[in-house]
């Protein structure tokens, strides 16, 4: 069940912060993706990393920057917190067609 | 780029009938269609899928319909059950680049 994991949980910060979240799968998959789901629980894709190149960048704003070491790793890096960044984010990683979730880091922006 | 629409947006049902959510998309390139099922606080998660040389699949309770001329694809859920209640959401791929589109979301209630 710890198939793709995220750290932290839970994220309370106040505007204009720094943050990072981690994204970590275990499944040997080539491609791992940040998802955004606001208060409607609208999912909107925000990057996907394919063995560790950008190939999706959905016109987000560039304090948002993914990150990803290596192929088992993708971190979101947010700087300058605002308000409307409040929202859960998802991992996922993804190998063809299917595509596996993680538990979700709900951010909260003060 | 592809364009996923859901309908309804909510649904209630009385336990044991079915319930029937579709979606519609734009991108005829477009040959995966998983649907998703999140639980309160829980991540999305994958519950049948079905790709674009197979008009319909099932799965016990739950069944997709895919219908490529119409461009249309739907979950049926029979005999429903409370646990049955979350959102779910439809999403489309064409697998190129692995991008994947989502619909909007349904949240079904069962009503015991």
């Known amino acids: 069940d710890t198939a793709v994991s995220q750290t932290p949980k839970y994220l309370v910060t106040q505007m204009g912060n720094d943050k990072s979240i981690k994204c970590e799968q275990n499944l040997g998959h080539d491609t791992m993706y940040w998802y955004k789901q606001d208060s409607k629980k609208f999912l909107k894709i925000m990057f996907s990393y394919n063995n560790k190149e950008l190939i999706i960048n959905e016109t987000v704003p560039n304090r948002f920057s993914p990150k990803s070491p290596d192929k088992a790793h993708l971190n979101l890096h947010i700087n300058s917190l605002e308000l409307g960044d409040s929202a859960v984010y998802f991992c996922?990683?993804?190998?063809?067609?299917?595509?596996?979730f993680g538990p979700g880091t709900r951010l909260t922006v003060t | 780029g592809e364009n996923v629409e859901q309908h309804p947006s909510t649904l209630s049902v009385q336990e044991g009938d079915s319930a029937v959510i579709k979606c519609t998309y734009s991108d005829s390139a477009s040959n995966y269609f998983p649907w998703y099922k999140q639980e309160l606080g829980k991540r999305p998660q994958l519950i049948i899928d079905i790709r674009s040389n197979v008009g319909e699949k099932k799965d016990q309770r739950i069944a997709v319909t895919l219908n490529k001329t119409a461009k249309h694809f739907s979950l049926h859920i029979t005999e429903t059950q409370p646990e049955d209640s979350a959102v779910y959401f439809c999403a489309a791929s064409s697998g190129t680049g692995n991008q994947f589109y989502f619909g909007t979301g349904t949240s079904l209630t069962v009503i015991p």
């Open positions: 996922a990683s993804g190998f063809s067609y299917e595509q596996y």
